[in-house]
Each structure stands twice: as C-alpha cells, then as structure tokens.
C-alpha cells in the first residue's frame, strides 16, 4: 500500500480538491483506494456526501480501541472508500500526545489497511503540529499544492529543511502548482522556470477553474460532473506523473 | 456477491413503484447486461473462493476480482486476458498470478440479457445501496440463449448495512419477495448442465474395502479416462500447456494401474492397451517436453547474469517454433485411427470387460489387493534408496523415480481405503522425496538437452553467437543446481525412510493381508 498525503502548511491551497480528484484517479485506474479525511473541517467527507462522523472519534481511533476498517465508508465510486472527519479530530495532537511514541503512532494505525488498499491518501489539516509530523512518518510521499507566490515557496523551503533535520530520507516530498492563474504575470512566470530548478517538483500545473470550485455544489469529484474540463485533464495527468514517480501499479 | 439475491414473481414496474414509496432512487444505468465469468479449467479461482467477471459497461470493458462474499479484490478497465502475464502489472495481476499460473482464463459462463441500476440515496444524496433488476439470459458455446428467471439484486456498501438491512426487510416483508439462496454464478452453470469445480485431475474414489477389486480398478480407470478425454479437445487447441500434462499423467496413472494391478483384469487384453497407452504416453513427450522448457524459460534467464538473459531470446523462438510442430504433430496422432480405435476400444472394455473371475485377484476384495500391492512397491521404493550412495549413476535415482510414482499413484488410487490423515501424511512426505528426485531428474536431462538443442540451433542456422555462449552458461548453471540436487538426496530420502513413516507404513499396508509375509 502507498501511503500519500495532501499536506501544505498553509490552507485554501487546492489540497482537498487534490486529494479527492487524485483518489477518484487512483480508483478508476483499478488501484483499491482509501481516502482518510484528516481535517476537522471535513471537506473531503463532505465532497463524497458522508456524514462528517467516526464512532468513538479520534480518540477510539489514536488508541486503537476502534478497528479502523469498521469505520470505513464506501463512496458513491467502484474501488474508492472514505474514513471520514471528525470533528474531533481539531484535538488529535492532544490525543496523540498521550500514545507512547506519538510520531509513529499513525504509521502502526494504518499498517492493517494494507491488506484492503493498495493506496491511501491523507487529507492533512493545514498546520505543523504533531499530526503533521506524525503523517510525514506514516506516508511514502507528501504532494504538496503549492500556489505560485513568493511566500508559498517559502513554505516549501520549510518543508523540505524539516524532512532534512527529521531524517526522513525515505518520505519523497512532490510538489505541483496549483490554483495557477494563467492571467497573472508571477504566476507564468513562476510557473514556467521553477521546475527547471527544482527536480522533484511534478511538472503539471492544476488551474484556478470554476469547475473545480463547483465541487462544493456538486458534492463529487470532478471526474463525475465535469469529467472534460481541464482541471479533471489536468488532475490527470498529475495523478499519471505521481503514479509513475511512485511506482504505483508495478509491484 | 450481491447482498441479497431475490427471484421475481411480479413486474419490476409495480416493485418499483413500492421501491419509490419508501426509498429515494436515482436511476445509475439501463441496457444490456454483458459479463463474462472466467475461470482456469480446472476451477483454480473457484477452488480459492474467487470469481472474476469482465464486463461491458456501455462499451467499456471492466474486469473484477471478488471474493464469493463480493469483497472487492482487484478490479481493471481493460478486458480480461489470457494468461496472468498478460495482465498489466497491477493488483489484479498480483493476486491472478499466484493463483493460475500458466492457465488459461476460459469463459465458464455467459450472461447477456438486460439490467437496470438503481442507487438507493440518503437525504445527503449519497448512495448507501444499490438495487440490480436483471433479466438474464445464459449464453452457450453455440451461441444459444436460455432465460433465466428475473431478479433482483440488493448490493450492500461498506460502512451502509443497516440500509440494506432496511431495503431487505422491506423486500422481504410488505413486497413479500423471497430470498433466493443460490446465486446467478451456479444458475448460469446449471443452464449450461455444469456445476463449479466439476473438473478436478485429482482422484479420489470412493471405494469400499470389500468391493471387488475388479469392480474397484475398473472404477479407477474410468475416472482416468474420464480426465484423459476432458483434456482432449484444450490439447488439440493448445489452451495452455497444462491440459497435454493433464492427458499424460491420466495416460502415466492409467499405465501403472494395468501393470501394478495386472492380475485383477483378463491379461491378454490388459496386454494389448498397455502397449497402447505406452504409445499414448510416448506419442506425447516431445511437445511435453517443449512445454516444460517454456514454462522454465524465465527461471533459465534467472540462472545468467542480467545482462545475459536477453541473449536467451532467440532460443526461446527456437523452442516455440519446435512446440507448434510438435503440437501439430500430435494432434495428427490423436486424430488417428489408432487413437480413436483405442478410445472406442478401451470405453468398451470398461463396461464390459468380461472374465473377472478367471483372473487371479478379480474377485478379490480390493482393501487385500491394494494393501499387497502397496507393501510390494514400498518396500522397492525403500530398497532401491537404500542402495543409492554419493557414487550411484544418475539411472539408479531415476529407476527409484519412476517406483516413488508408482507408489504414488496407487496410494492416490486407493486413498479412501485407509484413514485420510495417515494417508495424506505418508503422500506428502513421499512427495517431498520426489520433488527431490524430479528435480535432479529435470536437471539431468536438461543439461544433456540444452546441448542438443544448441546443436539444432547451429543446423537451422541464423543463431546469434552470444545466444550459444548464453546456452553454454546457462548448462553451467543447471549443472551446478543438479549437483546441488543430488547433495540434498540422502537427506531427504532418510526423512522419508525415516521410522515414524516406516511404522506407518507397515500399519496400514502390512497387517490386514494373511498373505504378506
């Protein structure tokens, strides 16, 4: 099972809109795919219509009391289940605060998943914190929507400095653009040399699109409402690139 | 594997209109319905809980892997193949490949018909079941339809069963529909007059101790016959190569049951079909023995370093290009008057195979004959291993592998004489010594053949220098692995000679029989 993460430090960068269309992705492509809504805010459990609730909350599921698969929802899509939000979730630092070696915590949680899924995906609050950390341990790869400003690099450049003091070697870091306004000059421009500087950056950028903010509407992915838009092209191509950086589908 | 499976007495309009009283429904899809089950022919994914259905969603193939209870294996969008190497790698490859090694996948069942879908939605509009109305139709080889009754299917999600619960009780309790217990898998096969697992090359009769071993070997030789002539038609089309390996061993077991049991049928006749299947069994070597260096293929590259396993190619084509004469010529033999006299002949016989009581054991009960029979052949198997030391040449263990299959097979013969678990314990340990054997005698001939074939490759000129040198390491590597073997033998050959097996042996086979000394 490859474990992905939607993760940026900072929020309304496009991550949840990735992680649902990457997943919806994954699943068509005929990987089984599990989608654990990390957020308390519960976006992605509201994209795919569930109720944004876990019996026992996040606490049940930080200490194991709870078998995670028993709190597996099936989405509306062949091949694609949802552990959906909690609102609970807003204190799982506290919660995994309290578990012996918090930081590995998540990676011993999620280990019986294997069996079921080939691919997980997180969908990470924004914040650096101990879940964060706690994701970077459990996942193979963080995709990081990174918006093309100044300071969203800056961001990058943090993350990177801590996988470096963390010694996280193994977690492969994979940045892509997103909300990439076409009409605005800094973001062409960043748009277009950047990669050429920094190698693990995916190389197709996800547009700023109506289509992608009417998910909310529609509550569904792209690829059920506007399946020929270019955001839904662009996702998946992107999901192309990550599955072929990451090897998925070649055991 | 839907949740529920219910056949249907009144319309689907009417149900529908009950449905929508009660449930929000949204219409997923209508049309026709087109899935294919496939299995290997001798029921691998069947025998291991599984089913795999490729279907035509509006033009678009998908092919599912499920367990019986309809979890979710592995799924693709793309039709289904052949063979597991022909699947793009992936999960469903992954769990294909374990399972159906070199068998083909065969369509076991048909379906078309129509099916209409129905999402059952929650007042947040997501789905949480799903409601099939079917009515299917089996299709056979001949392009035949049949009609099955129409149903309805109830498919629970992960995360809903109290929802489908809900739509079942209503189902069951103001529709009044019945559960139905069998599902559309095992109808389908029984429209078609087949059962799931109705092909099996294993044997296992149930014979009684007292029956008479005529009787007794006659049923045996049926059940081979039976086998032999199931794997005719996969043979001639070349499926896969397990249906020739299949047809041998009927032939190999046949063989040894007319000479191990040569007393029980009349001899003169029994004289005659030896002859006939020794040329059955001879006729089917070469393209046996093509299939095997095929299916080794990739573990002889596994032998050369990586850069050299692509030199190998080329001897690959040499050896598909010998499979299809080979084949060819094979399927000229079985396409012959011998063989069909021998087919017309040999089904004769074992109706009527006349003069069992002349015979000298005919008449006897079979529990006194196989247990003779048995002690005899073991304590040949022990004697000639025995005999084995580092020096013996390679033709003593050869002679004790071909003993070991003849005490193999007539412990599989007459497996239900005895307790299954002594049984099946003295089996596995026999097999661990042929495995042994097997492998030294593969390797021994290998090396010698590899040379052979390179020599042939020469004649038929062409063949690149680097795919000879290929060749001469590859027979360097084999080489070493049969020395390797032939260490391993002594050691295997005690645990199978050990006391604990030789007790068991003298209980089961010994005691019973006054005869034995």
């Not at chain 1, 609730?53 to 200490?63: A, D």
């Not at chain 1, 800094?186 to 190389?203: F, S, T």
């Not at chain 2, 299917?153 to 529909?177: M, N, T």
């Not at chain 2, 290998?446 to 490759?457: A, H, K, Y």
């Amino acid at each position: 099972m490859k474990v992905l993460a939607s993760y940026n430090i900072k929020g309304g960068v496009g991550k949840t809109a990735a992680a649902v269309n990457l997943a919806w992705l994954s699943a068509r492509g005929g990987h089984r795919t599990l989608v654990w809504d990390l957020d308390p805010q519960g976006a992605a459990t509201y994209y795919f219509r569930v109720k944004a609730k876990v019996k026992g909350g996040g606490r049940g599921l930080v200490s194991g009391r709870r078998a995670l698969d028993d709190l597996i929802k099936a989405t509306d899509f062949a091949n694609l289940d949802l552990l959906p939000a909690d609102f609970s979730y807003r204190s799982l630092d506290l919660l995994l605060e309290q578990e012996k070696k918090p930081t590995r915590r998540l990676r011993k949680i999620l280990k019986p998943l294997a069996e079921h899924y080939d691919v997980l995906l997180l969908d990470c609050p924004p914040s650096i914190s101990l879940v964060s950390e706690a994701v970077f341990f459990a996942a193979d790869a963080l995709l990081v929507p990174v918006i093309p400003t100044t300071l969203s690099l800056r961001t990058l450049d943090q993350l990177f400095d801590f996988r470096a003091r963390q010694q996280l070697d193994d977690l492969a870091i994979l940045p892509f653009f997103s909300m990439v306004d076409r009409r605005k000059g800094l973001h062409r421009e960043i748009v277009e040399q950047l990669p050429a500087q920094r190698v693990e950056m995916l190389k197709t950028p996800i547009p700023y699109a109506s289509e992608v903010e009417r998910m909310g509407l529609e509550k569904a992915p792209l690829g059920r409402f506007a399946a020929r838009c270019g955001a839904a092209a662009a996702f998946e191509s992107l999901w192309d690139e990550v599955a072929a950086r990451l090897n998925i589908g070649n055991p | 594997m839907p949740y529920r499976h219910y056949l249907l007495g009144e319309d689907q309009k009417s149900l529908l209109d009950r449905l929508v009283s009660q449930f929000t429904l949204a219409e997923e899809s209508h049309g026709s319905l087109a899935l294919v089950y496939l299995d290997t022919f001798d029921w691998r994914l069947h025998q291991a809980d599984l089913r795999l259905v490729e279907e035509d969603l509006c033009g678009k193939a998908r092919i599912d892997l499920r367990h019986v209870d309809g979890t979710l294996l592995a799924s693709g969008d793309f039709p289904a193949k052949v063979f597991a190497w022909d699947f793009p790698p992936g999960s469903l490859r992954q769990a294909l490949e374990p399972l159906i090694e070199m068998r083909a996948l065969l369509p076991v069942a048909r379906l078309g018909g129509r099916r209409d879908l129905y999402a059952v939605l929650d007042r947040r509009e997501k789905t949480v079941a799903r409601i099939e109305f079917l009515a299917p139709q089996v299709r056979g080889n001949e392009d035949n339809r049949q009609a099955l009754p129409p149903r309805l299917l109830v498919h629970s999600l992960k995360g809903f069963a109290p929802e489908a619960r809900r739509l079942a009780d209503f189902l069951e309790g103001p529709c009044g529909l019945t559960r139905s217990e069998t599902g559309l898998f095992d109808e389908s096969l029984a429209a078609l007059g087949r059962r799931p697992g109705d092909y099996s090359s294993k044997i296992n009769h149930g014979l009684t101790p007292a029956l008479p071993a005529g009787q007794a070997l006659r049923q045996v030789l049926r059940q081979l016959f039976t086998t032999l002539l199931a794997n005719q038609p996969g043979v001639e089309t070349a499926l896969d190569s397990e249906f020739l390996h299949d047809f041998r061993v009927a032939v190999r077991r046949t063989r040894t049951a007319l000479a191990q049991l040569k007393n029980v049928l009349p001899a003169r006749e029994v004289e005659a079909f030896r002859k006939e299947f020794a040329w059955l069994g001879s006729i089917t070597s070469p393209a046996r023995d093509l299939d095997v260096y095929l299916l080794d293929f990739p573990r002889f590259q596994g032998f050369l370093p990586p850069e050299a396993r692509a030199d190998l190619i080329p001897f690959r084509h040499f050896l598909q290009r010998h499979q299809r004469t080979e084949y060819q010529r094979l399927v000229k033999h079985l396409q012959s008057s011998r063989f069909r006299a021998l087919v017309c002949r040999w089904r004769d016989f074992l109706e009527q195979p006349g003069g069992l009581e002349e015979t000298a054991d005919g008449m006897k009960p079979i529990d006194q004959v196989a247990d003779r029979r048995i002690w005899k052949i073991y304590r040949r198997v022990l004697r000639e291993g025995q005999a084995i030391g580092p020096q013996s040449p390679p033709a003593e263990l050869h002679e004790l592998r071909k003993t070991c299959k003849k005490f193999r097979y007539l412990m599989e013969f007459f497996q239900s004489l005895y307790p299954a678990e002594d049984i099946g314990r003295l089996i596995k340990a026999l097999k661990g010594l042929q495995d042994n054997l097997g492998a030294y005698q593969d390797l021994h001939v290998q090396v010698e053949t590899l040379g052979r074939f390179s020599r042939e490759m020469v004649a038929e000129g062409d063949t690149p220098a680097e795919t000879l040198l290929a060749l001469g390491r590859l027979v360097e590597g084999l080489d070493r692995r049969q020395a390797e073997v032939r260490e391993e033998f002594s050691e295997r050959f005690a645990r199978f000679a050990r006391e604990e097996n030789q007790r068991l042996c003298r209980t089961l086979f010994k005691s019973s029989s006054p005869e034995q000394a």
